[in-house]
């Protein structure tokens, strides 16, 4: 069954550096999401993205952060100067139609120290 | 304000001892309810859409119910194997992208 995969699974950073999170969709899917869950808490929505474009952000996703698919196949999370609160799991989905389910990946563990 | 609220927040059974969970929802329309399971250190797992009041969904041991203000999701004797957070999204009608998401329940099956 196809899969969307996620790298690094576990990622470690200094404050202040920049950390580029990295996921492969599922390949027919055109819908790609991001997401966070700090340990014991929500899932809490990061950006959708569609048509090469950002489609939706939450309050969340501030000037810190940009998405890309730089290619076919890849999509990518920046988080630029990295803070203490930053760490925790950060999950990328997609999916292949508007009211159809998301699929996720395993998600990194980003810890900043 | 849209919102979702799962309950409870946890629930321990015994084996082959079944129960539900409860995902109440506040929205101004609905375009789709998510159910997912989430064990530790993974990304939650798909598992039943639904649309409309009325809809029911089944799947081995679980079966998921719509009603215009909740949806449960029935678990029947259960093994220690579904043991995991029960994760429950709405899909709103003022939201093109975005899911709301409940904050779970998590579901222990002793042996």
């Known amino acids: 069954e196809p899969e969307v995969t996620q790298t690094p699974s576990h990622q470690v950073t200094q404050m202040g550096q920049e950390v580029i999170l990295r996921c492969v969709p599922i390949?027919?899917?055109?819908?790609f999401y991001w997401y966070r869950q700090i340990l014991g808490q929500k899932v809490e929505f990061l950006v959708s993205?569609?048509?090469?474009?950002?489609?939706?952000k939450s309050e969340i996703f501030d000037d810190q952060f940009s998405v890309e698919r730089p290619d076919g196949s890849n999509f990518t999370l920046k988080i630029r100067s990295t803070k203490l609160e930053d760490s925790a799991m950060y999950f990328c989905?997609?999916?292949?139609?508007?009211?159809?389910?998301?699929?996720f990946g395993d998600g990194t563990r980003l810890s900043i120290l | 304000e849209d919102q979702v609220t799962q309950s409870p927040e946890a629930l321990r059974l015994q084996e082959g001892e079944s129960s539900s969970l409860n995902c109440s929802y506040t929205?101004?329309?609905?375009?789709?309810l998510f159910w997912y399971r989430q064990d530790p250190g993974k990304g939650p797992e798909f598992l039943f859409t639904?649309?409309?009041?009325?809809e029911e969904k089944e799947k081995e041991r679980l079966k998921a119910t719509l009603t215009k203000k909740e949806s449960f999701l029935h678990i029947t004797a259960p093994k220690p194997e579904d043991s995991a957070t029960y994760l429950c999204?709405?899909?709103?009608?003022?939201?093109?992208?975005?899911?709301?998401w409940g904050a779970g329940t998590k579901l222990i099956i002793k042996p």
């Open positions: 989905a997609s999916k292949d139609g508007f009211n159809q389910p998301q699929h």
């Open positions: 390949s027919n899917h055109l819908y």
């Open positions: 993205f569609y048509n090469n474009e950002i489609s939706e």
């Open positions: 929205v101004s329309g609905l375009r789709g």
């Open positions: 639904l649309y409309s009041a009325g």
């Open positions: 999204a709405v899909h709103p009608m003022d939201s093109n992208y975005q899911l709301i």
